[in-house]
């Protein structure tokens, strides 16, 4: 099977605080973060917008880790730009300043070239948005999306008729429990999924991830790092080290393939805490992944 | 090694509140939890006190779970009693009422033939209280102790005293980090075994629990249970599952021992809360809970 992995999502400026430190117009965004993470598994397709002010370096960080940037637009006016605070406990935080600039009127237009996608990951959007990016892809194999409160809220019918064509549904455990009403997080995946994705991966930041299939549960703690320096797009390099190992191991969706992606994810979701944006994966390798993916085995076997 | 596990703890009349029900009186308190729990590996020897009005059925439920009830003490006056309702995420709870009553005055003085116990486990009470105890058993060869904010906040000295006898101290994260001052966990771990013990287990409730040794964390996550009933107690049949596998295996503590125990506690803690009080201990078996465990092993194995 010829793979390819596509991302459509946003690529940002962040300007981060934590209790630690300050950061200013670092590159961020979700399709950044997804992408450098998938990009050590193999080589992400990358569909987004940035402005007129993105620089090259960026372009440059991209182009270093494979990534396919065909799809990346430049449109007249600024990118897109978020702020937020961390609090002490580095779990919450309070975004400070959005400015959606051209990732406000976006519109993404698949090239031909990106249409026979094997992998599709839909980044936290609108599910309007979603739907009419995945109608441009002829036939997936495996379709995974990310959602937030804001959709559940404003665009509950949009999501709902979205879910059934998806493989996988990724989303926060507050998230899962704002859909379905179930307080019990157990029975909110299985309810996320019953209405309609195959499976369903709930993340639970600093906890760990879980997945649902149709007859079990499969748990992942998060990986015990001492040292979280920002917590920004750990979710979304999360999930591409989930799509980025399923689309390495060209594999159907069997258990065994989706547990060791979701073990994946959590190593690399366990990286990129480690500094500010994408500075901790730019300093990795696949050998110190595959070292921290077995030291992570053996810390949970007993 | 002649092994002996030893519990100083509360006895209570707990009544609950939650989301789906009800009920009034029930069979309560750590040492009860604790040494049910226990009793599904080793022969438990529990310290406590009871008033005039503690039932003979209850009695009755130690002795047919093989607990050794000689250091049960009968005292003039009425039994512990504890209220709580919790609130809908069962995560969070208030206290409504707590009647100390006989507990409140009450010195455990252990009997002769409990002074040789091998494994200690000094359920949630007073540092001083705790000190006191430990000092009536001869030669310990596994000390742990849970403690809690009230104490932190209250008697720090005397419970930073007490930390370097212990060889595990159990504890929620809220209280790891309230005693530390560390807000990211894994810091906040080590910084309290720093304090004394040679381990220390940090308690997450839902999210399962870590265990922090001189040079590695080892974390179990929560056995999903979709069927949350009643909570009360967790933390305590926890420390029974994993105190009283400790014992069974006769073993010094090394890691791969106290990994497996940490995997039986969960595995208790995961059943606890699937009725109302013991209701549901009351109903496992040995063979029961090892199944679990295997499957709760499968459902780490990636």
């Given at each position: 099977?010829?793979?390819?992995?596509?991302?459509?999502?946003s690529?940002?400026?962040?300007?981060?605080?934590?209790?630690?430190?300050?950061v200013?117009?670092?590159?961020?965004?979700?399709?950044?973060?997804?992408?450098?993470?998938?990009?050590?598994?193999?080589?992400?397709?990358?569909?987004?917008?940035?402005?007129e002010?993105?620089?090259d370096?960026?372009?440059?960080?991209?182009?270093a880790?494979?990534?396919?940037?065909?799809?990346?637009?430049?449109?007249?006016?600024?990118?897109?730009?978020?702020?937020?605070?961390y609090?002490t406990?580095?779990?919450?935080r309070?975004?400070?300043?959005v400015?959606?600039?051209?990732?406000?009127?976006?519109?993404?237009?698949?090239?031909e070239?990106?249409?026979d996608?094997?992998?599709?990951?839909?980044?936290?959007?609108?599910?309007?948005?979603?739907?009419?990016?995945?109608s441009?892809?002829?036939q997936?194999?495996?379709?995974?999306?990310?959602?937030?409160d804001?959709?559940?809220?404003t665009?509950?019918?949009d999501?709902?008729a979205?879910?059934?064509?998806?493989?996988?549904?990724?989303?926060?455990?507050?998230?899962?429990?704002?859909?379905?009403?179930e307080?019990?997080?157990?029975?909110?995946?299985?309810?996320?999924?019953?209405l309609?994705?195959?499976?369903?991966i709930?993340k639970?930041?600093?906890?760990?991830?879980?997945l649902?299939?149709?007859?079990?549960?499969?748990?992942?703690?998060?990986?015990?790092?001492?040292d979280?320096?920002?917590?920004?797009?750990?979710?979304?390099?999360?999930?591409?080290?989930v799509?980025?190992?399923?689309?390495?191991s060209?594999?159907?969706?069997?258990?065994?393939?989706?547990?060791?992606?979701?073990?994946?994810?959590?190593?690399?979701g366990?990286?990129?805490?480690?500094?500010?944006?994408?500075d901790?994966?730019?300093r990795?390798?696949r050998?110190e992944?595959?070292?921290?993916l077995?030291?992570?085995?053996k810390?949970?076997t007993?």
């Open positions: 099977m010829n793979v390819s992995l596509l991302v459509v999502g690529i940002a400026f962040d300007s981060i605080e934590t209790p630690g430190g300050t200013d117009n670092i590159l961020g965004g979700s399709a950044s973060h997804f992408s450098v993470a998938a990009s050590f598994f193999t080589k992400p397709r990358l569909v987004g917008v940035v402005g002010d993105f620089p370096e960026h372009r440059r960080l991209f182009a880790r494979g990534i396919d940037t065909s799809g990346l637009v430049t449109a007249q006016g600024e990118t897109f730009r978020w702020k937020g605070r609090h406990d580095m779990n919450t309070d975004t400070l300043e400015h959606l600039n051209v990732f406000g009127t976006f519109e993404p237009v698949l090239p070239a990106f249409r996608s094997t992998h599709v990951f839909l980044a936290n959007g609108s599910p309007t948005l979603q739907a009419r990016v995945l441009q892809v002829r997936p194999k495996a379709v995974f999306a990310d959602t937030m804001l959709w559940i809220d665009q509950r019918n999501l709902l979205l879910l059934p064509r998806l493989d996988g549904l990724l989303l926060n455990d507050s998230e899962a429990r704002q859909l379905t009403g307080a019990n997080l157990v029975r909110a995946g299985h309810a996320v999924r019953r309609g994705p195959k499976f369903v709930l639970k930041g600093e906890h760990g991830a879980m649902f299939s149709a007859d079990s549960v499969f748990v992942t703690p998060a990986y015990p790092s001492a979280v320096i920002d917590p920004t797009g750990a979710g979304d390099a999360f999930a591409g080290g799509l980025g190992h399923l689309a390495e060209q594999a159907s969706l069997t258990q065994s393939v989706l547990r060791r992606s979701m073990a994946y994810g959590t190593v690399i366990s990286l990129i805490v480690e500094g500010f944006g994408l901790r994966l730019k990795t390798d050998p992944i595959d070292g921290r077995e030291h992570y085995r810390m949970l007993f």
